[in-house]
């Protein structure tokens, strides 16, 4: 049975909770990740509230795109989640271009890196090594 991309996404929404787990903070209830496909206040594709910042870790997914352009910010906003925000830099950006580029820093980036590359794997297999290749030792 082949799967819609609603369940692919929801199926998506498990993997990345059993593989990238939230865990910045002590109190276990405080990594969870709650995500929400709604209409958004603002104009974006998605964005995320990190606990601290606000009552628990959240992901806003906006409900006007289509569910396989979702899942790509759902990765993108996972990172987000994952990674200690430096609250001090960002408050310093005058411009909302400078704030733009501090959330999405080389520390971002790598874990997001991470998280869409073990996706590729796990949804596609890609970058695993066929039974008859050569090992490099």
């Known amino acids: 049975m082949k799967l819609t991309a609603k369940q692919k996404f929801e199926r998506t929404v498990d993997w990345l909770r059993k593989e990238f787990p939230s865990i910045l903070h002590s109190?276990?209830?405080?990594?969870?990740?709650?995500?929400?496909?709604?209409?958004?206040?603002?104009?974006?594709?998605g964005y995320a509230r990190k606990h601290g910042y606000a009552e628990r870790n959240e992901i806003h997914i906006s409900n006007k795109i289509p569910w396989d352009f979702r899942l790509h910010v759902l990765l993108h906003e996972w990172a987000h989640i994952l990674i200690p925000l430096d609250i001090?830099?960002?408050?310093?950006?005058?411009?909302?271009?400078?704030?733009?580029?501090?959330?999405?820093?080389?520390?971002?980036?790598?874990?997001h890196v991470k998280i869409y590359r073990a996706y590729l794997k796990w949804q596609f297999?890609?970058?695993?090594?066929?039974?008859n290749e050569p090992q490099n030792h």
């Open 88 to 111: 001090d830099s960002i408050k310093e950006c005058k411009w909302d271009s400078e704030r733009r580029a501090a959330f999405h820093d080389d520390k971002w980036a790598l874990c």
């Open 27 to 45: 109190r276990p209830e405080n990594n969870v990740i709650e995500i929400y496909v709604e209409a958004l206040a603002i104009e974006a594709y």
């Open 125 to 131: 297999g890609f970058g695993k090594k066929e039974k």
